[in-house]
């Protein structure tokens, strides 16, 4: 050991000598005659150290988005869980939460079940869709059109609730997927989020059809098919697919995994929390529906999610029952939890395409750290997607990306080679580890989008 710790001392002496160059010197002079701390190396020299990425943005431990979808919605339904997670105003269900919860639409509905989804007996086919039925003729389009544009909506549940009583039927086809994707475009909304729904009829699910068996029924990605539209889905803009697959685990490191879909494109698939337990027979015990919310989002879940640092995407359907109250007070509870570790600034509570976005950024940038006259400069030079491609990422794809470093103030990120505006760099003190400096996350959006339309329920 005693050798060891020679050559270590000769070592810190070597490095003692070479590092203090002359510029410090001239530039702060009193430093050359004291003795240097330790504090001093993080103000000399080459400029802070950085030790690396921070995984999700400070103080957060981490991230956490509740994906609900559409089945059963109506626009009171939307509006009052809107007003409920999203705003701080007193709302039915008591003062709001604050949250930013974006939520999954339908285009189309095909469904001929002959249930009501609301009060005052509202029937399925009043439905919450942007068309009539699967016309091209508008019934809620101005309306959604506004919830993607504020951020309420991210995700199209697939292209429509195609849910037949006898399941070997179907009227989605083709043309449809044209309708919907030109007159999102032609509106200017961009929604880059999917996830499946529903039964066998829902041939315009994909993602899964090359694990076989059951999952042939998702015709979506098949060349060929009446019911094949990922050519043109794809390239309108969807990158990121929730494949029809259940899950129990709770935290994940990272959610996204790439998919290859049958027809060659790519696109990244993502995990969604669906079920706790199973059955003795093995079968999934679904507790996705508000009744299911307590024990999703527990105590325990939240605290091992901050643990391990880990990301969680829940998978709910929040407007799902028939339940007038829409959130039962044992759910309205949960959701309550979930606000408190997001307020303490434990979990980050962000819609799903911010959530998967960030994971995309914070699995694959790359940077490099340059040092000059005392600050050291990040670089932030482009995402290595291995799904879509190696790109210089636009600002809001790397929001939330922190840094630690030893010195925040001297500490410089640069997109390429430009700085940030000041207004958007967060330094943070120590979390423990060491200092940080972060692009500021999103800035947060309680206002109450809330609106109505005559004749839609
Ligand atoms: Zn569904």
Known sequence: MK???????????????????????LAAPNQAIRHLQTSDWYNTGQGPKVYGLRKFPYPYQAMLALSSDADSETLRKFNLVHRFINT?????????????????IFMFNGNNHKSFIDLDRVPMANELTYFRGVTAQLYAADALDHYIRCGWVDTLHTYGDFSRVDERTTVFRRSLAATAAKSLADRGDHIEVWTDHGNKSNVDNFGSYR??????????????????HTDITIPHGIRFVWPDTSSNQFVRDSVIFPLQLADGRRVWGFWRYTNEHYTSQGAVRWNWTPYGLPEQLTEQHLRALEARHGYAVVA???CGTPYPGVLPKDAVAALRLLAAHHHQGKVLVARTSRLLRYNVAQKYVTYDVTHRFGTTYVHIRKISDPVFGTHQPSLDEVRGLTFYTSNPERTVIDLGDSPLPSALVQHNASDGTHPSVGIRWFPSDTADHAVSMPNVP
């Open 88 to 104: 701080t105003e007193q709302t039915p269900l008591g003062p709001g939460l604050g949250l930013d919860y974006a939520d999954s």
């Open 211 to 228: 694990q076989a068996g059951f999952y042939r029924y998702q015709q979506g990605e098949v060349p060929g098919s009446p019911y094949y």
């Open 3 to 25: 050798p060891r710790h020679c050559r270590f001392a000769l070592f810190a002496a070597l490095v003692t000598s070479t590092i203090l160059p002359c510029s410090d010197v």
């Open 316 to 318: 709910q359907h929040l």
